[in-house]
């Protein structure tokens, strides 16, 4: 099916582990995001993708890497978990760029204990 | 880029208008309007862009008076499932990738 999709869903980790989150569009688009979203907060980017192997910072940066091997995969790595970490988490994807319509993905519900 | 102000939550009845205005004073000459909708526990989702004066699509208006540094989101007799937060961005088409999505406003439709 088209369209962009994360895994896993929900993952609860503990502090200190390394834990990756996927993201995955069948829309061959440019551009990729991913976003944090926390209660008082709404929504904040982490980073963003304008190609492959082409990634840039974003708000919240700290804490994450990412990567982009392939147009249509962006993981996102959170390298030592923290508390803080807990979040829900969007990925986005965009045929030219952030202002134009993004795409997002169904989340990731990260628990870090 | 420009960061935008929205009021944080908002009631409604069932089948009134709604109007949710958005503050984007310092928005820039090429930045464009853009608003997405979302649902609990989904991501956010498109709704409408505009540049300047009047928008409209299946789902709303978007309203951009002359000094563009506010804009008004028009939702036509709402019901039940329009009750979402509501995201008010402003950024050029091309090469504005960091967009503040802010907590935008809480929208509760009321039987």
């Known amino acids: 099916d088209a369209g962009i999709t994360q895994s896993p869903r929900y993952k609860i980790t503990e502090t200190g582990r390394q834990v990756t989150l996927m993201c995955h569009q069948t829309?061959?688009?440019?551009?990729m995001f991913w976003y944090r979203q926390d209660l008082g907060h709404g929504l904040r980017l982490i980073y963003y993708?304008?190609?492959?192997?082409?990634?840039d910072k974003g708000e919240v940066p700290d804490g994450y890497v990412v990567s982009r091997s392939k147009t249509e995969n962006f993981p996102l790595t959170l390298e030592s978990a923290t508390r803080s970490q807990t979040s829900v988490y969007f990925c986005?994807?965009?045929?030219?760029?952030?202002?134009?319509?993004?795409?997002f993905g169904p989340g990731t519900r990260l628990t870090v204990t | 880029l420009a960061k935008t102000t929205q009021p944080i939550s908002m009631d409604s009845y069932e089948g009134q208008e709604v109007n949710i205005t958005c503050s984007h004073n310092n928005i820039a000459t090429n930045d464009y309007i853009t608003w997405y909708q979302q649902f609990p526990s989904q991501g956010p989702r498109f709704i409408i862009q505009?540049?300047?004066t009047k928008v409209t699509n299946e789902v709303a208006s978007l309203f951009i008076p002359a000094d563009r540094k506010s804009s008004t989101l028009s939702l036509p007799r709402v019901s039940l499932s329009d009750t979402a937060v509501y995201y008010c961005l402003v950024g050029a088409l091309r090469g504005a990738n960091n967009l503040f999505f802010g907590t935008g406003t809480r929208l509760t439709v009321i039987p």
């Open positions: 829309w061959s688009h440019s551009y």
């Open positions: 993708s304008a190609a492959a192997d082409i990634t």
């Open positions: 505009g540049y300047k």
């Open positions: 986005a994807s965009s045929e030219y760029s952030g202002s134009y319509e993004q795409y």
